[in-house]
């Protein structure tokens, strides 16, 4: 690690100021994980997935990462930013924890971000990429297994370039990450915008939103309604008939979370992703039929970069032989990412958030009946964010 | 003030409150504080709550608005460069007591349930304005990167101090209303909860004393909001969302309305028990749920008349809100 | 604004209105029942919402369990209102006279208790189901736009069920009792009625009736836990608008609601997009229109702040 000696002794003396008690990790004990995800509410599903990835690459090494014991405590963020900063402080503080893993959402990560980076606590995002931590406020302690938020629409922007839509309309829920993949799109894209559209969040009815679609005389869509707003819009999108003048094309709508919703209203419908269930590397096939065994149910990409953190992980405390009193030398075998990722190619940026391949995505029916999304081809290889130039570390 | 029970339990509390910092964190649980810091936040904002809905009859559903108000002004003060605590809580206390004087003269013109809608709405106005400020995260919430000071000093700032400042606030927004609620004016409150058209004939201008409560407890609950973004170093306008200003409701009727540690009583209730239940069963809303009903159903009067039976001389129990006749 | 002609934006706020008409028939089936309960009996039933919830669980239960929609519906409805008669029995019942905090209370504490069961037994995840054969095509309304056949049905059903109500207010004998109670309920049963009787009829029907919202909105709308909680406050700014206790007030509000919230939407915009730049209209403007609907409860509060149809006699 160059150059973050200025960050241990900030940390340090914040950490002195705090008065916390510092935790030492050179008993022989467990190794203690962390996890923060939303486990209530509509978008429980998608924590659940996380949850349910990481458990078992733990259960898959006999409750082991890198040959350490782990012990693994879930928390729950309940979607509220002051229930997340009190789990993340109770795991920082009554838990010891050696890793924090989370967030789902942003916001989430927002709540507890500080007080587990400043207690010199690893925290590894699972899914939540906010360009907030990937710039100047790039820290030591933070890493992010998913993508940062803007790449998948950019890539998406990339997609409607290749396909020659002309002409799209960008529907959004009015929250940041609904924001910033607008301001992702349109960096790339080279069309018309033919209208903004800002839908309230967790948005019940579309149909005066596909009217205005309709009458936009837009060949496209671009859209990111994540949850329950997805499976909504997918079906009265179909119902109204809109699917045979304007190409559907999203991130985070039609994925494995919700499909079972939407089943054939999705099918043909495009997206974009670092990957897909289908995608056809030995970790990510063995990946697949263990959790569907496991489980009943298809993973998604939560599930997988869970499944990822967790041989992240794993690499790291092999590396150190499970000694968590030296952060320098963890960070160091984070930053090496020196695991097999069912995404294929994965390496970090200097900003620790990834650097990795980007596809276009179909949703397809299996033979079984049930549906996922299909890697169709590969947009950009090796794409890093745009913020991690700001980053001095 | 008389003597009793419910005051010298009242004491009992705070004393264990005042020794919580310095008996936990040798045993290892300094965690604990962070919920007897949430529990006691939450106290306070429902203390203020109460004098609204005890005393007065006023079923405020926009309650936490206030308390985004005061995070938020206090937040914007930071990012704007005013670092000094005391300049945070007068702008604050500005802030909201002008929002409250403006959205409190105009739902005062209304009674009862219909009291509580508009209040719901002026909630949901400042909620949606609140995930509408871009340049201080939106809808995401802002992390604030540096804190306040207390004349460039740092004594406001950590854990430690913050547990004691906070606690101090409690022990005086509680003593406040208190004094309030015994003074002239908590009883021309009551009696304008009880019988508004006497009230009215005997001189008392209804309207101005439940708009100048309106307005105490609006300020009282952005100090609230101003603890808590300084304990959290976070905010965002979940804060200020309607489901807050229920919690909030659910406190102070779980404790006890209109009586003396009811709002107290219901916060620390509430946390521990949410606490408690979570940490054995994850579906603990399945037996949360229920005991709210029984509650409801059994325990008249909240908590505090479980605990203090005998109290209950204070306040005979709202049948109709604010004076409404159904 | 894009350089269409006045023929497209015409189109589009005749759709618009259609659109709010079908939201705002959807509203008042839950808000009949709401406002029934608290006129009536002067009871706050935040649990109303849940119910409605109950009624899209058990419509996808029923069609998984019969294969039939038609079916399920009726299922759905009978066990809708035995829940509602449950509810009544066990809570309900005890608290009609005291405050309405703990009305609030207990009722919360139904919310909870629903919330989390029907993620315990369906899963947290977001469930669907489709309109039946007969009701799932659409009719061909603009050149790219078709409108579901099952949306019409939707508008139609609310009407039928405006008019019934009505009807039953206004002409039947439980209606004038409905009616007698909504005002002076000491007098209603000072004249020997039992009101204990009449209460629970209006409560199961008040049950049944947000249970039929939530049936013909699930296949609309997706099912998840806790779906009923957002459209309970917008049932309440519904019955506000109009007058607590007035079935009239609750369809006259459910409609502006439901115009208000999809014309007022679009309209406003647009019309932000032609007075401000569009940096700021697009961030001022979603903003606002989340707000429209409360604004508008405001404003009609302001100037009448008993509602503007209150059922008559009420102080």
């Known amino acids: 690690m160059k150059a973050n000696s200025k960050f241990t002794i900030a940390s340090l003396a914040a950490m002195l100021a705090m008065n916390t008690a510092l935790c030492s990790a050179a008993l022989a004990e467990d190794v203690k994980i962390g996890m923060v995800v939303t486990l209530s509410g509509p978008p429980a599903a998608l924590g659940q997935q996380i949850v349910d990835g990481f458990q078992l690459a733990l259960d898959q090494n006999g409750g082991k990462l890198g040959g350490q014991s782990v012990s693994l405590i879930v928390e729950d963020d309940e979607l509220k930013p002051d229930v997340a900063l009190l789990k993340a402080k109770s795991l920082v503080e009554r838990d010891e924890v050696d890793f924090v893993v989370g967030t789902v959402f942003s916001n989430m990560l927002q709540a507890i971000f500080k007080p587990i980076v400043q207690s010199d606590t690893f925290l590894i995002s699972p899914n939540a990429g906010p360009s907030t931590f990937a710039g100047k406020n790039c820290n030591p302690y933070f890493f992010v297994t998913s993508y940062q938020n803007n790449q998948n629409a950019e890539v998406s922007g990339m997609i409607a370039n290749e396909e020659g839509f002309e002409n799209v309309v960008l529907m959004v829920p009015n929250y940041q990450a609904g924001r910033d993949n607008i301001a992702g799109y349109k960096q790339t894209f080279k069309g018309t915008v033919a209208d903004e559209i800002f839908t309230p969040l967790g948005h019940q009815d579309f149909s005066s939103e596909l009217a205005q679609i309709s009458t936009s005389g837009a060949d496209a869509l671009f859209t990111f309604m994540p949850g329950g707003m997805g499976v909504r819009l997918v079906k009265q999108f179909e119902a109204a008939g809109l699917d045979e003048s304007v190409k559907f094309t999203s991130v985070f709508t039609t994925d494995e979370t919700t499909l079972p919703g939407q089943k054939d209203a999705a099918v043909g419908f495009l997206s974009a992703g670092a990957w897909a269930p289908d995608m056809k590397n030995d970790a990510n096939l063995a990946f697949v039929s263990a959790f569907e065994e496991k489980y009943g149910y298809v993973p998604g990409s939560y599930a997988a970069q869970a499944f990822d953190t967790a041989n992240l992980i794993a690499s790291a405390l092999e590396k150190t032989g499970g000694d968590m009193g030296d952060k320098d030398a963890t960070r160091a075998a984070l930053e090496a990412a020196d695991f097999t990722s069912v995404r294929g190619s994965f390496a970090f940026s200097n900003n620790h958030y990834p650097v990795q391949d980007f596809h276009l995505l179909e949703v397809a029916k299996r033979d079984d009946g049930k549906f996922w999304t299909t890697a169709k081809q590969t947009i950009v290889t090796d794409y890093a964010d745009s913020f991690h130039s700001e980053c001095k570390m | 003030m008389r003597m009793d029970r419910s005051l010298l339990v009242m004491a009992l509390v705070f004393v264990l409150l005042l020794a919580a910092p310095f008996v936990l964190p040798p045993l290892g649980q300094s965690y604990l504080l962070s919920l007897l810091i949430k529990a006691m936040l939450l106290a306070i904002a429902a203390i203020s709550l109460d004098l609204l809905v005890g005393q007065g009859g006023m079923i405020s559903l926009g309650h936490a608005a206030f308390v985004a108000i005061g995070a938020y002004t206090a937040a914007i003060g930071l990012e704007s460069g005013i670092e000094n605590i005391l300049v945070l809580l007068l702008l604050a206390l500005l802030v909201s007591g002008l929002c409250a004087l403006v959205t409190g003269a105009l739902a005062l013109r209304t009674t009862g349930v219909y009291f509580l809608m508009i209040t719901l709405a002026f909630g949901q106005m400042i909620y949606f304005t609140l995930t509408s400020l871009a340049p201080y995260g939106g809808d995401d919430g802002l992390t604030l990167w540096s804190l306040a000071t207390f004349f460039g000093s740092d004594v406001v700032q950590g854990s430690g101090q913050l547990y004691l400042i906070i606690l101090l606030t409690l022990l005086a927004s509680w003593w406040g209303v208190q004094r309030l609620s015994n003074a002239r004016f908590g009883r021309v409150l009551r009696a304008a909860r009880d019988n508004p058209d006497r009230t009215e004939i005997m001189g008392f201008s209804i309207f101005r004393f439940r708009l100048t409560a309106y307005v105490i407890a609006g300020m009282i609950a952005a100090v609230s909001g101003l603890l808590t973004m300084q304990h959290a170093e976070f905010v965002s306008p979940a804060m200020a969302a309607w489901q807050r200003s229920g919690d909030l409701l659910v406190i102070v009727v779980l404790g006890g309305l209109g009586t003396r540690n009811g709002a107290l009583l219901g916060a620390l209730f509430l946390v521990i028990v949410e606490e408690v239940l979570g940490s054995f069963l994850h579906e603990w809303r399945l037996i949360y749920g229920p005991l709210l009903v029984l509650m409801a159903l059994h325990a008249k009067g909240g908590l505090s008349h479980l605990l203090f039976p005998a109290n209950r001389t204070e306040k005979a129990g709202v049948t109709r809100v604010n004076g409404e006749q159904a | ?315």
């Open chain 3, 1 to 315: 604004m894009y350089g269409k002609a006045d023929a497209v934006s015409l189109t589009l706020f005749l759709i618009q209105c259609l659109n709010g008409l079908q939201y705002g028939t959807l509203l008042f089936l839950i808000a009949a029942g709401l406002t029934l309960v608290f006129g009536v009996m002067g009871f706050i039933n935040l649990a109303h919402g849940v119910q409605y919830m109950v009624g899209a669980y058990l419509v996808f239960a029923f069609q998984q369990l019969t294969g039939n929609f038609f079916v399920a519906v009726v299922l759905s409805l009978v066990a809708a209102l035995l829940l509602g008669l449950l509810l009544e029995y066990f809570v309900f019942r005890h608290l009609y006279g005291r405050d309405h905090l703990d009305q609030v209370l207990a009722t919360f504490g139904i919310i909870i208790f629903l919330n989390e069961l029907a993620k315990v037994i369906f899963g947290p995840g977001t469930l669907s189901i489709e309109p039946p054969e007969v009701l799932s095509g659409s009719v061909q309304l603009t050149e790219q736009l078709r409108y579901p056949v099952y949306r019409f049905v939707t508008i139609l059903a609310g009407l039928a069920v405006a008019v019934l109500l009505y009807i039953t207010v206004t002409r039947t004998r439980v209606g004038m009792l409905i009616r007698a109670g909504a005002t002076t309920p000491e007098m209603v049963s000072a004249l020997g009625v039992n009101i204990q009787r009449l209460f629970m009829i209006v409560f199961g029907v008040g049950a049944m009736l947000a249970g039929f919202a939530g049936v013909i909105a699930a296949p609309i709308f997706a099912i998840e836990p806790g779906m009923g909680d957002n459209i309970l406050i917008i049932a309440f700014v519904v019955i506000i608008i109009g007058g607590v206790g007035s079935i009239r007030g609750a369809f006259l509000g459910a409609l502006m609601v439901g115009l208000f919230d999809t014309v007022g939407r679009t309209l406003l915009t647009e019309g932000l997009e032609v007075v401000f730049p569009p940096s700021f209209s697009n961030q001022v403007g979603p903003a606002l229109a989340s707000m429209l609907i409360y604004i508008l409860m405001a404003a009609v509060l302001v100037v009448r702040p008993q509602g503007l149809l209150p059922a008559k006699g009420a102080h």
